[in-house]
């Protein structure tokens, strides 16, 4: 049995991220059934980019939503990256390489904690990272922190189902379990994708995260369903 990896500890969760960054796309795709790319696509599309803007992709891993994001702010804009694991920013800078028009940076670095000047950002987008910080309400804090007054983000992520839906959370169950662990294990890397439903466990629920959002400053914060709710989006405006 695997020694289970401890969602919170920011040292486990990088070390985590380097190691299944080369497997990372592909069985993003496989476990998504290539939806993962629709559900991103909904997450920008809140964010309303456009030329000249100054956009930031939180917790951005090999770079997806940034690279597309950097196509929508040429000319003039640019696009920054920021992950705390040094392996999938790797594999993002080198697909920036093939396209090097695009206006995108990446830097290793804590989300929660940027090190950015207040209100540099136009926009932000943060997918499948909130869940991953130690603390989401301090990342949260700092994602308004970053936006100028109006500017939009967009938080995706599990959802964790709410107490009265039972349906949902057993769906999510069935699929954590029963297919995302053995495909994850003929990768070598069960432990590292069981991780995933011990981070939802933690996570607070789409109300929760509404809350949050309004006590870091956001004047709006709605928290969408996707998927039949097993995703959530939550689109905020600073
Ligand atoms: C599930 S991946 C998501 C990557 C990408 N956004 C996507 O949707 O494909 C989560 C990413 O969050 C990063 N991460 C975890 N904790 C972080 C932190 N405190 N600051 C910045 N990145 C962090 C991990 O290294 C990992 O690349």
């Not at 933690?202 to 006590?215: I, N, V």
Request: glycine fraction near 10%.
């Amino acid at each position: 049995m695997p020694v289970p990896i401890q969602p919170g500890d920011p040292e486990q969760v990088r070390d985590l991220f380097d190691r299944i960054a080369p497997a990372y796309d592909n069985l993003n795709d496989l476990l998504s059934l290539g939806l993962h790319r629709l559900w991103k696509r909904q997450a920008m599309a809140w964010l309303d980019p456009r030329p000249g803007q100054r956009l930031l992709d939180l917790c951005c891993g090999t770079g997806d939503l940034a690279l597309v994001l950097a196509e929508k702010v040429r000319p003039g804009g640019l696009v920054l990256g920021i992950d705390a694991a040094a392996a999938p920013l790797e594999r993002a800078r080198e697909r920036a390489r093939r396209q090097p028009w695009l206006p995108v940076e990446f830097r290793q670095g804590d989300a929660a904690a940027t090190e950015l000047a207040a209100g540099w950002a136009d926009a932000a987008v943060m997918a499948y990272g909130l869940r991953n910080l130690p603390d989401p309400a301090a990342g949260l804090q700092e994602l308004r922190r970053l936006l100028r007054s109006g500017g939009r983000a967009a938080v995706l992520d599990f959802n964790r189902p709410a107490d009265h839906q039972g349906a949902t959370a057993a769906f999510q169950r069935f699929y954590l379990r029963r297919l995302v662990v053995p495909l994850a294990r003929r990768a070598g890397l069960e432990a590292q994708y069981a991780y995933l439903e011990r981070s939802l466990g933690r996570f607070p629920t789409g109300s929760e995260q509404e809350a949050l959002a309004a006590a870091a400053g956001f004047t709006q914060a709605r928290h969408r369903l996707l998927a039949g709710g097993q995703m959530g989006l939550l689109q905020l405006v600073a």
